[in-house]
């Protein structure tokens, strides 16, 4: 993606919604170990699962929901979290706290810190006590370190493409995961690459557009931060075979805090890390992981500030039941 | 008489060689990369200094000191370290001058550069 769409993107209130770029910095938040995603009607509603409290019968009911985890780096071990077994251990408490059992999960990458069999292992025995056994895999550029992915993608690639991408659907939703983490060019961004996208566009073209769609991927498929590479080059491609559709969801994570974001039909979110937490854009003279104070470590992998969500209703399509 | 001062100026003489050698000597060194300029220090997703210079011939070190691993890859793929864990380093020797651009493979925003004389 060139500078001009990252501006275009991040810079320019479309919706006249006045969520201009400062608006829309004031609107991240440190989220919680996880997302608990409701579709409801068509449209995808996303809750923190440190918010458990605020997730009622009511709000689960829909016709599929879902659980989307990231980042919990296993192998991990430095001052900003010396213990992220037991955070992930927690998040997967909080999914079989839920009051409707989640169809399946999502990890969206960085499952291990260095591509570690030992890594991989414990992560897959942590979510065996899931509530769910149907866990579904993209890798991060933590995942694919020195075999170009081929380990990660034999253990959690079934039925996927040879490069690791695949599409399934799920009580009338399709839901298509991506890698943007291979190939990665000198200076640039994440990578979805020819054959990916040729792939993809392929992949819808039979759906009708009512299909609601969910695409999930590591690094962010909008721009978050191009300074610190957050975002994919050629998303801008990928995001341009849904436009027919109604409902699309874009679920990333990579940068270890909430973010959410409503472009025309399209609603983004990132999901918080369940190992540590990274800076917000710009906050820092790098993304490196924040070093805070062991007793704030887990309230800031568990606190959500929405507030600033609520009356704004264009980001208020995601999470107007919160309030 | 005559030999003895013949023996302190010789003496005056070798004393004057050696103060000018030890100082070509220095200097010498100081033409020659010191080591510390060819060691490259990767921190908070950044490589720095992000630019060397050195002769060919030059040892050039890269340090991990993030918490983060990094690679670090030459843009013309002539040299390609694996993914360098905390306090992990990786060594390239530079034969041929010219200018070697590299990044990080895994993060793609840091570049830096080895230019070979």
Known sequence: MSDANQRDEILHDHNHDGVDRRGFLKCMAWAGTGAFCVMKGGVLKSYSLSRLAEIG????????????????????????????????????????????????????????????????????????????????????????LNDDGKQFHERFGKGARPGGWYSFDKKGVHFIGLV???????????????????????????????????????????????EWGWGTEDSAQALSYLKRFGSVTVLNGHIHQTMQKVEGNITFHTAASTAFP?????????????????????????????????????????????? | ????????????????????GAVAASSGIAKTPASAATEVKIDNFSFAPQTVTVPVGTTVHWTNRDDIPHTVVSQDMSFKSKALDTDEDFTYTFSKPGTYDYFCSLHPKMTAKVVVQ
């Open chain 2, 1 to 20: 008489m005559k030999s003895i001062r013949w023996i302190l100026a010789l003496k005056v003489l070798i004393a004057g060689l050696a103060i000018a």
């Open chain 1, 57 to 144: 019968e009511r709000e689960a009911e829909g016709e599929l929901s879902f659980v989307q985890i990231s980042d919990s780096h296993m192998g991990f071990n430095k001052a900003a979290n010396p213990d992220v077994v037991s955070t992930l251990k927690v998040a997967v408490d909080r999914i079989n706290a839920l009051s409707t059992k989640p169809e399946f999960i999502l990890h969206t990458g960085d499952v291990s810190h260095l591509s570690k069999p030992a890594e991989f292992d414990t992560v897959e025995q942590i979510l065996k006590s899931a509530p769910t056994g149907d866990i579904l895999y993209v890798p991060g550029e933590h995942d694919v």
């Open chain 1, 180 to 226: 943007n983490v291979m190939n990665l060019k000198a200076g640039g961004l994440g990578n979805l690459g020819k054959e990916q996208l040729e792939w993809m566009e392929k992949d819808v073209k039979h759906l009708s557009k009512s299909t609601p769609v969910v695409v999930f991927a590591h690094i962010p498929l909008w721009t978050v931060y191009h």
């Open chain 1, 278 to 323: 990274q800076p917000k854009p710009g906050t820092a003279p790098g993304p490196g992981p924040m070093k805070v104070p062991a007793e704030q470590l887990r309230s800031l992998l568990g606190v959500t500030d929405v507030n600033y969500l609520r009356g704004r209703h264009a980001l208020a399509v995601v999470d107007s039941t919160l309030g």
